[in-house]
């Protein structure tokens, strides 16, 4: 079988159609983002507060947002990068994104990560998304290990990903440029075999 994405095609045992499919928990909603989310996309990345330990500067105004729904369909559309928009059950509202990416279906390993809204820290809706995340990667992709990289400095995130089973299993000096700045990162891990379902 032939396919554009070259050797690190998806595997066998799950096919994607046109649309990441939704994903739900008893609180939240995974699911696709559409035109109608970019002022939430705004909120959640153009806050400075909330984009504090990114690997990229908050977005200016709502035409990067567009920008960035347009990137996360593009790459999509690669099968490289997977961004669900965290939709709350109870109002429809979104409320942050969570993401697989860096995907290596060859060596059945991606990368996850999570940004919440401001408004909404603090009452573990990341760690929902993060573990409805993990299931379907494990379960539906069939990855074999997640990786995530935290900044030292953000206790929360380093928390949240511990609790998720994640090991820590290096530290890497300097590794991006913030505002003009150079920032250490953490790597972690999460083995299928660890993962505690």
Known sequence: MSSRFGDNRLPMAYQWGDALPTLTSARLVLRPLA?????????IFGDPEAMRFWSAPPLPDLA???GLLADIRRYFAARTLFQWGIE?????AIIGTCTIFHIDHNHRRGEI???IARAHWGHGYASDALTTLIRFAFEQLD?????????P??????RLIERQGFKREGYLRERYFLNGEPQD?????LLRREWNG
């Open 64 to 66: 990067a947002a567009h």
């Open 113 to 115: 990560g999570c940004a």
């Open 143 to 151: 990855l074999h290990r997640l990786e995530a990289d935290p900044d």
């Open 185 to 189: 990162a953490l790597y972690y891990g």
């Open 153 to 158: 400095q953000n206790i929360a995130s380093i």
């Open 35 to 43: 035109d109608r989310d970019v002022p939430a996309l705004f909120e």
């Open 88 to 92: 709350l059950r109870a109002t429809g």
